[in-house]
């Protein structure tokens, strides 16, 4: 039974010691990057009405969300998109604001999928939304802030690869494609990169040989800014050609910024999540399969609640993230900050007053009364356990024994010369 007990849930885990401290770490990191660019924050409750996150605002099917119920009956659910209940917010709180607004956050989010090759369920998120700005330049900048927060927490190599989510779109309205399972299918084979898989599809399809071609091609279109040229002379379509053009001049923008080399085009790429209109991107880097960042363009999901306003955000996964880096030996080991204070009952009275006067200079002190003999080899074993980088052991009442964990050194100090 005391088995069972230890166990968690499969797709949650638990993070503690030094891992927990390089991932708050790295929080503090990203964060600091994002108040930099303006960005305010904001916290949104961990679970919400079912209907925040339903099919018809374009997130996540139902049955890959967590849900329950209240004792009202009504069905609440484990936020599994963060972007949504900052659109409530915005249409709930800044109803009358024309001018743009910067908000940011970290929080956790929960999809119920199924579990494969260790995927989490539950993983934290750090993000940026961007609203009332429908610009160019705002589209540069979140891909810009996007780089500027990789490149922060250490990374060097890695690629975003920027989309269009209404170039897909503007080719499924000139084929005539009505059916949704169609559309589903060829979604899914198109983002599978299956050529097969998209050619079968049309195959039945009256379409004309010009657009077939460019849907054929649609999964072999990813790479440099060559990709938007050929896509460009592939189609007399005006949406896709806008979204094209768009991809072109936020290219010129992000040059300006300095940051071409990280950027490549996939116009073939299709998220999960239909809310987006415009721009959509991914990051990613080598050691890691998944995205540890993406975002796009909203111009339409803040509408559903009642405000219309254009918005682009971002969200970078932070476990994905810290995966990524300490894979490619990039995760900086933070440093052993608490210094222990060991003393025997009868000098408690120094070691109460030693502790309090360090902690007023900031020091993080751990205090602790020992009644067994002092064995500085088992001491250096437990402060490596645990972390501590220094030990302060009284056992007199003027002098002091100063361990240092990192080096093994013992040293003899007394009180008077440590607090003044």
Do not use: W
Request: charged share 25%.
């Amino acid at each position: 039974m005391n088995d069972k007990l230890l166990h968690i849930p499969e797709g949650v885990r638990d993070i503690y010691n030094m891992e927990c401290a390089a991932k708050l770490s790295l929080e503090k990191v990203l964060h600091k990057v994002l108040k930099t660019y303006g960005f305010r924050d904001i916290q949104t409750p961990t679970f919400e009405f079912f209907d925040i996150f339903s099919q018809e605002r374009g997130t996540v099917a139902s049955k890959d969300m967590y849900k329950f119920f209240d004792r009202d009956g009504n069905t609440l659910v484990l936020r599994p998109d963060i972007t949504p209940s900052i659109a409530r917010c915005v249409a709930k709180y800044y109803k009358e604001e024309s001018y743009p607004i910067r908000l940011c956050y970290i929080g956790n989010t929960f999809i119920n999928n199924t579990s494969y090759q260790g995927k989490l369920k539950e993983v934290t998120q750090l993000g940026a939304e961007l609203m009332n700005d429908d610009s160019i330049e705002a589209d540069a900048e979140m891909l810009s802030l996007t780089i500027s927060c990789l490149l922060k927490s250490g990374l060097r190599e890695f690629q975003l690869e920027i989309g269009y989510a209404d170039f897909f779109r503007a080719l499924v309205d000139e084929a005539n494609l009505h059916d949704e399972e169609d559309i589903l299918n060829l979604r899914t084979m198109i983002q599978n990169k299956n050529m097969f898989g998209v050619e079968e599809i049309l195959r039945t399809k009256d379409i004309s040989q010009e657009l077939k071609e460019l849907l054929l091609k649609l999964p072999e279109l990813f790479g440099s800014l060559d990709i938007l040229k050929q896509a460009k002379a592939s189609t007399n379509n005006p949406r896709a050609l806008k979204a094209i053009e768009r991809l072109e001049q936020i290219y010129v923008i992000l040059k300006e910024y300095g940051y071409e080399k990280y950027i490549s085009f996939d116009l073939g790429m299709l998220s999960q999540y239909n809310y987006y209109t415009g721009i959509i991107f991914k990051a990613y880097t080598y050691q890691t399969g998944d995205a540890i960042a993406s975002g796009g363009r909203y111009d339409n999901l803040v509408g559903q609640f009642g405000k219309d306003a254009a918005a682009i955000g971002l969200v970078i996964v932070v476990d994905q993230l810290m995966l990524a880096l300490a894979r490619q030996k990039l995760l900086p080991k933070p440093e052993s900050k608490n210094t222990l204070i060991l003393y025997q009952q009868s000098y408690r009275r120094q070691a109460i007053a030693l502790a309090e006067h360090f902690r007023k200079d900031g020091m993080n002190i751990v205090l602790q009364m020992s009644n067994d003999e002092f064995v500085l080899e088992n001491y250096l074993a437990y402060m490596k356990r645990m972390d501590i980088g220094g030990l302060l052991y009284i056992n007199s009442d003027s002098e002091i024994q100063v361990v240092d964990a990192s080096s093994e050194t013992v040293q003899t100090a007394s009180i008077k010369e440590l607090i003044s």
